[in-house]
């Protein structure tokens, strides 16, 4: 029996709801038998009106160590996971995901783990079974996080995971609007370890959701766009500095600088027509970057909440 006071939240989605009864009293009876305290936290960010009708099975024994927070709209998963970051007074806060049902299986383990100095320990793919069509996709994503955020992210993590309370408090004092959880919890700098274990494929996000995720990330947690900028900077010079030299050459010898004989068309107008026209695609996607930092900062300066409580109740 480990003297630890061990929050567990859990994000509730719709896809999962069905087996959520039995995964329950599988994880009550674990921290039952392992822990001297204990609470268990369920998000509710789905469209279901009620989880006490849906919980309705379980014994009043499981019921009173569960609380549940009822979202008043659907938000996204990571903004979810910080309103039950919010509730919870554990010691250790863990971290389940009902896209693998036998994470409840590795919960000792996680807490053993993280008593080795480790404040963040979570769950890793041993083989992560992704559709070929979108393993080019990860591969890309977590290449452009890794090489310019200054952080390292496994592209094999898995959202189950262990926190110590002083990692919590640095994970929630960052106050972002807009999240992307993996990256913070890289930012907050704890002492981080990993267990690798065998899961199962789930259905995985739509390409519309990654997309979006892929965006958040790329913008709040890198330097890429800044250096795309730079490159494109330097390759404009580079460019300009070509056609002025061969603006030049075509004055002095009526030949391009590829050799080509000019005498029909004005001097320099194919290669004023290709610049304006390589002009007018950087800029058209500067303006398109632009615009996702001004969104992304529209969206700090307005101070949103990240999420709304609709009500706080015990089972």
Not at 209 to 221: D, E, G, L, P, Y
Request: contains cysteine; aromatic residues 14%; positive net charge.
């Amino acid at each position: 029996m480990h003297n630890k006071f061990i929050s567990v939240v859990i994000l509730l989605k719709s896809e999962y709801l069905k087996n959520v009864n039995p995964y329950l009293i599988k994880v009550h009876k674990i921290l039952k038998n392992k822990f001297s305290h204990f609470e268990i936290i369920l998000v509710n960010n789905c469209a279901h009106p009620d989880i006490r009708e849906l919980t309705n099975e379980l014994s009043q024994k499981v019921k009173k160590d569960i609380a549940v927070i009822n979202l008043s709209i659907k938000t996204n998963d990571d903004n979810a996971i910080i309103a039950g970051f919010d509730k919870t007074n554990g010691d250790y806060t863990m971290v389940l995901d009902l896209n693998f049902p036998d994470n409840s299986d590795h919960i000792v383990n996680l807490f053993v783990l993280s008593q080795n100095n480790y404040d963040i320990v979570y769950l890793k793919y041993k083989n992560r079974h992704l559709p070929k069509s979108k393993i080019i996709f990860y591969k890309l994503f977590y290449y452009l996080i890794n090489k310019y955020s200054g952080y390292k992210t496994d592209i094999n993590i898995h959202e189950s995971r262990i926190i110590s309370r002083r990692a919590l408090n640095a994970i929630l004092s960052i106050r972002e609007n807009i999240r992307y959880m993996k990256g913070i919890y890289s930012i907050v700098g704890y002492k981080t370890k990993s267990i690798e274990v065998d899961i199962p494929p789930h259905e995985p996000e739509n390409y519309k959701k990654q997309f979006k995720s892929f965006i958040i990330a790329i913008t709040s947690f890198t330097g890429l766009l800044s250096s795309l900028f730079l490159w494109i900077f330097f390759t404009s010079i580079i460019f300009i500095i070509f056609v002025s030299i061969n603006a030049v050459t075509v004055k002095y010898s009526s030949y391009d600088i590829l050799g080509n004989y000019i005498r029909a068309l004005p001097v320099g107008w194919t290669f004023t027509i290709l610049f304006l026209s390589l002009i007018f695609t950087a800029i058209s996607f500067m303006l398109y970057i632009i615009s996702i930092y001004l969104d992304n900062i529209y969206k700090e300066v307005k101070h949103r909440p990240i999420y709304i409580i609709e009500s706080f109740q015990r089972l």
